[in-house]
């Protein structure tokens, strides 16, 4: 199918072929190219005047004079809430491909075979490889008012089992986006 062919070619790295895909993408009109686009958006900045250009034309019906820039964030949302619009058959080995380029397990992630509750168009990288979060792992507890470094205004994760009482704060699991730890005698997991 051509157009599969032409988003194929976005991630090209012989001279010239990107462009040329580009081009032919934004003769064609076709708005399923339009999740592939906003993609490379995010991995070629110094594209992003040229692809956002063709985002808009393919666009120009829903965006109802709406300017949604070259920010590559501005795009995804746009797009989480356009969900009349599918991706090229082939998209999703298309961005198995792309994400495997920078850590080859996502590749498992955007498996054919994989069931997913969110639209593959929906899914973006969360900025580092997999595995490169450390998981927060039976850490130490203080007592509430050991922790001075927490105000009263500061949210945290409570967790309460068998009379053990836990609470873990928002930014620390910032930084670390789960725990493990034994609560009650029980083994609990939180991802965040």
Do not use: C
């Not at 989480?80 to 491909?97: C, L, M, T, V, Y």
């Not at 609470?167 to 991802?191: C, Q, T």
């Amino acid at each position: 199918m051509l157009l599969d062919a032409l988003v194929s070619n976005l991630t090209h790295l012989a001279p010239g072929t990107r462009e040329r895909a580009l081009s032919a993408l934004d003769d064609l009109g076709d708005p399923r190219a339009m999740p592939a686009l906003i993609e490379l958006l995010r991995f070629d900045a110094g594209e992003a005047p040229l692809i956002t250009g063709i985002l808009e034309r393919l666009a120009s019906e829903r965006l109802a004079g709406e300017r949604i820039g070259l920010e590559w964030a501005n795009w995804v949302e746009w797009l989480q809430k356009h969900d009349e619009i599918q991706s090229n058959p082939g998209f999703r080995a298309w961005k198995a491909h792309l994400f495997s380029r920078i850590d080859p397990a996502f590749d498992s992630f955007l498996a054919p075979d994989l069931p997913h509750r969110v639209r593959i168009e929906e899914i973006v990288w969360g900025g580092v490889r997999k595995g490169h979060i450390p998981a927060l792992t039976n850490p130490a507890h203080i007592k509430p008012e050991e922790a001075a470094y927490l105000t009263p205004q500061e949210l945290v994760f409570g967790i309460s089992i068998n009379g053990d009482h836990r609470a873990y704060p928002l930014r620390i699991l910032d930084w670390h986006e789960m725990f493990n730890d034994v609560v009650g005698g029980k083994p609990v997991s939180l991802s965040y």
